[in-house]
């Protein structure tokens, strides 16, 4: 292809790749956002990048105990997200931003997976999110050093760190599959490349692994115990028994559905995120996808289409991974788990594709080859060009993450950040120093947390007690006897338990619900809790108005009693914001 040519479709395809993610930045902006729980920790970690309290660690996960809470690996998503979150004000939609950016970055390769992820997936910094592209990104960088490109070894070292560090399930599947791809490069090129020629891009990738990792070597030689022994004594002793090898299978192969891939639904939440709730579907698409692209190896090996074999190995190396991770989850299989499993869904979808199309292209007299090298190319512009017009569409109606929790922060913060400063109660105005506290019935606390960022957003002086050290992190622990008010957030029936205590005062109080949710919500809550006593699970009662999250995790509850109960999380609870003297005492 002449280079003129070769340039005008790349600006075009990347201008079709942007202008989806600007409509989204944009559709974003309003109304503003309000982080909660995990969005909130992360953008409270990004505000620290460059400081004397830069982190060393990713977002705490379910690593040990919630008294020594364990990390994921690194901080580079945060590291990453910084700029673009300075550059754009360091507000909370600078923070959606920055993600989108992130997207852009390795996005060319992956239309249909952001058509199908969807832009709940792509514009929210959230961490089991962040990496799903830098992993497809990966993949390809596997691919490259299996072919012999020497140089994709210290690209695939910066992918892998991005994903390793920020979600822990990566560590295994990208150290596998990037040793595994780089062995077979070594190995099968050794009689184009001798091992000389390996030594300066290793270099390169092993001098970029040592500084992109420092900081997790410097928070182990620092801390006693440091959140890397803090993992490996987790995956030593975990709490509960891995799903099993069997399980694991099922799931990945739930995966491979290309069914899955639609693209468009009726959320902010796209075909292969809904279809990720359900790890217990159906196999059968899975296994037929499976059946093609075995199919497609054996014309690969007749045709001896060498680098398309290559391919194959990589997505070989990476199902046996995916089954074997997928397997070791503990617990419960959560959605977002397993969303990477779709990148190698992609990945054989291009192995079939692409090696079809070599072989019908052999089969062409040489005067038409020419001819169906420009139809392909235009072929692919179109497809990119429909799925950049798809992704817009779905732009226009880019939802904000967790809109009712966002919703009932937005409603008590103004009159509490003005409570505050003016000293209504026990508070003590704009120099006063405020430990943050919780009492939530509906979301373990999520949006305690959004309250802690946005306070200090506001200019004020706020912090948590010892036990949130992880989630809020260690620097914003303020010590009992510097603490001059306690600012709770509190929802449901804990509102009016810290009431009843002496010297507490309303800063902020709101009710998001309509009149009819109101009625909905007693009504059902009150049947729900019925239903339960007599179906023998009457310990779940209490739950229903003290940790209504953690009522909906409890294994027995049939199908329709844990609908009703993610109803009643939908329709959510009066929320309020109280000041408290110091030294109150907790529920």
Known sequence: MPAGRARAVAIAVIVLLVIPLVVAAVTLHSPRWYPTLDLAMTELRVRDVGGADTPLVGLPGRIGTLEQQGSHPGPISFYALAPTYRALGSSAWALQVGALVL?????????????????????????????????????????????????????????????????????????????????????????????????????????????????????????????????????????????GLRDGLHVILVHLDLTSMGGLTSGGSGSLVDSSYDPKGPVGPGLALLAVWVASVVVAWRSRLERLLRLDLVIAGGLVLAVVSAGNIFGKIWYYLTLWAYGLTALIVLAVAATAATVLEGRLVPERRETWQRASLVGLVVLIAMGSVALTVKALDAPEPSPLLSRGLALVLPDTIEG????????????????????????????????????????LDVGVRDWAKAPVTPQR??????????????????????????????????????????????????????????????????????????????????????????????LGLPVAVLVAPPDVAPL
């Open 420 to 459: 505050l400063e003016e000293g209504k109660g026990a508070a003590t105005g704009p120099d006063g120093r405020y430990v943050v506290t919780w009492s939530d019935a509906l979301f373990i606390g999520s949006q305690g947390y959004g309250l802690v960022s946005e306070l200090e957003r506001a200019g």
């Open 477 to 570: 622990v303020i010590p009992p006897d510097e603490v001059t008010a306690v600012v709770h957030f509190a929802s449901g029936d804990y509102i009016g338990q810290w009431l009843a205590k002496p010297g507490v005062e309303v800063l902020a109080q709101a009710d998001p619900r309509t009149p009819a949710e109101r009625e909905e919500y007693e009504a059902l809550e009150a049947a729900v809790a019925a239903d339960l006593e007599q179906s023998g699970l009457g310990d779940i009662v209490p739950l229903l108005s003290g940790n209504l999250f953690g009522a909906s995790l409890d294994p027995r509850l049939s199908d329709a009693q844990l609908d009703d109960i993610e109803r009643l999380l939908e």
């Open 103 to 243: 997207v852009a970055s390795v996005g060319l390769a992956a239309m249909a997976l952001a058509l199908g992820y969807g832009f709940s997936v792509l514009s929210e910094p959230w961490n089991p999110y962040m990496p799903l592209f830098f992993w497809l990104a990966f993949l390809i960088a596997c691919w490259g050093m299996a072919v012999g490109d020497r140089w994709c070894a210290p690209i695939a070292v910066v992918l892998a760190s991005f994903c390793a560090q920020t979600h822990l399930p990566y560590v295994g599947l990208t150290v596998g599959l990037g040793l595994g791809s780089l062995a077979v490069g070594i190995l099968l090129e050794r009689h184009e490349l001798s091992w000389r020629d390996w030594l300066a891009p290793l270099g390169v990738a092993v001098v970029a692994g040592l500084v992109l990792w420092s900081p997790v070597v410097a928070d182990q030689l620092v801390h006693d115990p440091g959140n890397a022994r803090m993992i490996v004594d987790h995956f030593r002793d975990p709490p509960e028994d891995p799903v």
